[in-house]
């Protein structure tokens, strides 16, 4: 990873992130659908395999999903200089949104309009990550194993809140058996 340059400038790339950073509403894992549309399918920049691995990797990592995310794939990209400016821009519109927020609160006192806003904003962001699912799903899910690697994942998450690194961990170990050559 990061050892060759893809074809897109520095500050391109700086402001890529800043845009991703500016919409990631709702939490990091808003940030995996808009990472998807900008890296892999619009710009090319990595194939979707290679993508669902940093997302994977991002994941396991201590911290939040977006900031290891960005920084992983900032790497990936553009190397070390890639991975500072991705996790920079990244952070950068959280850093002035909260400035504003807390300027707004001061001054205001009051929620109400930024409440109303998260309620129109709260059932966007999920169908963003139901359709990334979809998406990845399709490149991920290639075989029956895979299906019920997914599917148990799912159940284990929803039904008993195991957390998602012990998922990731387990779903790993099970597709090193699963898959082991014979």
């Known amino acids: 990873m990061g050892s060759e340059e893809k074809k897109i400038g520095m500050v391109e790339f700086f402001l890529l992130f800043i845009k991703i950073g500016i919409f990631t509403i709702g939490g990091g894992y808003v940030m995996i659908p808009l990472l998807q549309k900008e890296l892999v399918e ?24 977006a900031i290891n995310a960005s920084t992983v794939v900032g790497y990936n990209i553009k ?7 991705a996790t920079v821009g990244t952070v950068i519109p959280s850093f002035f949104a909260i400035l504003l927020l807390a300027f707004y609160l001061l001054k205001h006192g009051n929620t109400e309009n930024i409440e109303r806003f998260l309620s129109g904003a709260r059932p966007a962001v999920v169908g963003l990550l139901l359709a990334s699912a979809y998406s990845l799903g399709r490149e991920a899910i290639k075989d029956a194993k895979g299906l019920f690697l997914a599917l148990a994942s799912i159940l284990v998450l929803v039904l ?11 779903g790993g170990i099970l597709g090193l058996l699963l898959y082991f050559p014979r």
Do not use: S, W
């Not at 669902?52 to 994941?59: G, K, M, S, V």
């Not at 190397?79 to 400016?85: I, N, Q």
């Not at 008993?160 to 387990?170: D, G, K, Q, R, Y």
């Open 160 to 170: 008993f809140n195991v957390h998602p690194i012990l998922v990731i961990t387990a």
């Open 42 to 65: 619009k710009r090319k920049l990595m194939d979707v395999e290679e993508f669902l691995n940093i997302i994977a990797l991002a994941q396991c990592g201590p911290g939040g999903v």
């Open 79 to 85: 190397g070390y200089v890639g991975a500072l400016l």
